[in-house]
């Protein structure tokens, strides 16, 4: 009888020449052998790495695939394939790679590529699962620093961003590290942090912490030094004047806001201000040029009239807001509504509160798919002990827009209290959908943003 030819009998002289960078030859040797034994996934196998070599990355994918077809387990073509993948940010990298982790837990390259896929989504409860598995490198802990950020877990942000400044000295890391100690709570970590930063950002901050502090003379004080390094930032200003308005220093907030304006002609927020300021003083007739120029202004910036109140409102002055609401025409649903935040804004008397349930129902009324006004209504109801008028409310807004992350929330806390938890994990997982794809395209929006420019080794 005829001896049975060994099914790998030509693998090792292909793997010598791979080793001998005869990529061709190689290529060529397993088209031969696999007409025989198509089944051979370590045939499949060398031939993607012959393809690779010879820079046909595309072919070599389409051959350590059909390796994976005859054996889904064959570590050299799932390695092989998930690098390939994972360079070319192919959407099936992710199960490629779970499935090594699968066959190796303990697979730092795996864990790691794995971990960079999740950070790159913005799925940092995923990413900092597998980061937590590889070595520690700089790139890793930048990483796990703006997902610890990014999930609010503040100290263990400022954990990370600190080991990275162990290493050396990196300004957006510092002012990383500030901000995790400012969102935590800590003034006083937040001013030691930001020792030798005088940028912008950084001097806002460092203001805020003084203030927090009660160190207010000081805050003035890097607030006037801030001004005038950086003349053409108007949040600076802003804050400044702000700060006077708090001391009821209003000539000098006036002062302060004049030479904002001079240096931001076209600054719709500080005209606003400075048209507050000056109705402080009881100069009506100059606030309300200072008003006037405003509106001229803000259709450039695509704002009304209307954006001079939410201006007013952003500035910390919903009173202010509400006086500049109330001229004009309320069944204008969107002076009614922009109204009824205002009203809402702070700490409400029962008196606003229920102008404005009226004002939102108007609305509604009008605009029975107005899902702002039916979220901001349902919440108000529900906070005055109207729960189940507030559920139809925000269960209406859910139905006319699913993603409107203001009513996801509001639904999954009164879920919450109302004891139904199986509606409440629904509207959790939501809201972390939600919010996973918020960050996808920008951490969520804020005073201060977190520096994206990683530490390097």
Not at 153 to 161: C, E, K, P, V
């Amino acid at each position: 009888m005829m001896a049975a030819v060994p099914a790998f009998a030509d693998v090792a002289a292909i793997r010598d020449l791979l080793k001998a960078g005869k990529f061709a030859e190689a290529n060529q040797a397993c088209d031969q052998d696999l007409k025989t034994q198509p089944s051979s996934a370590a045939l499949w196998a060398l031939k993607g790495f012959s393809l690779r070599g010879m820079g046909d990355n595309s072919g070599g994918l389409k051959a350590f695939r059909s390796a994976l077809k005859v054996s889904p387990s064959y570590a050299p073509a799932l390695q092989a394939a998930a690098q390939l993948e994972f360079e070319a940010r192919d959407p099936r990298a992710q199960a490629t790679l779970a499935s090594i982790v699968r066959l190796d837990p303990n697979n730092p390259v795996a864990h790691s590529m794995l971990g960079e896929l999740a950070f790159e989504k913005r799925d940092c409860a995923t990413a900092l699962t597998h980061l937590a598995k590889v070595e520690q490198k700089p790139i890793v802990r930048w990483q796990q620093g703006v997902c610890h950020f990014s999930l609010e877990r503040w100290m263990d942000a400022a954990t990370d961003f600190e080991s990275l400044l162990k290493l050396r000295e990196h300004p957006p890391t510092r002012f990383n590290l500030a901000l995790s100690y400012w969102r935590a709570g800590s003034a006083a970590q937040t001013l030691e942090a930001l020792q030798g930063l005088d940028d912008a950002d950084s001097l806002s901050l460092r203001g805020g912490a003084l203030k927090a502090l009660k160190q207010v003379p000081k805050a003035l004080e890097v607030l006037q030094a801030a001004v005038r390094q950086y003349p053409n930032d108007e949040r600076l200003f802003q804050e400044l004047a702000l700060m006077c308005l708090d001391q009821n220093a209003i000539e000098l907030g006036i002062s302060i806001l004049e030479a904002g304006v001079r240096n931001n002609p076209s600054s719709v927020r500080l005209l606003t201000a400075l048209g507050v300021f000056r109705v402080r003083l009881g100069e009506t007739e100059k606030a309300e040029v200072l008003f006037a120029e405003a509106r001229r202004l803000a259709p450039k910036s695509g704002l009304g009239e209307v954006a001079t109140a939410s201006t007013l409102m952003q500035l910390g002055l919903a009173g202010e807001a509400v006086k500049v609401l109330r001229k004009l025409p309320a069944n204008e649903p969107m002076v009614a509504l922009t109204l009824a935040r205002a009203l809402l804004f702070d700490s409400p008397s029962n008196a606003d509160k229920a102008e404005a349930k009226n004002l939102l129902a108007a609305v509604i009324a009008r605009e029975p798919s107005n899902v702002a006004a039916r979220s901001l209504l349902g919440k108000t109801l529900a906070q005055d002990g109207a729960t189940q008028q507030g559920l139809l409310q925000l269960e209406a807004a859910l139905k006319l827009d699913p993603s409107h992350r203001a009513t996801v929330y509001q639904l999954m806390t009164l879920y919450k209290k109302q004891g139904r938890q199986a509606d409440a994990s629904r509207m959790g997982a939501k809201l972390r959908e939600l919010l996973a794809k918020e960050k996808a395209e920008e951490l969520e929006a804020q005073e201060y943003q977190l520096s994206l420019a990683p530490v390097q080794p």
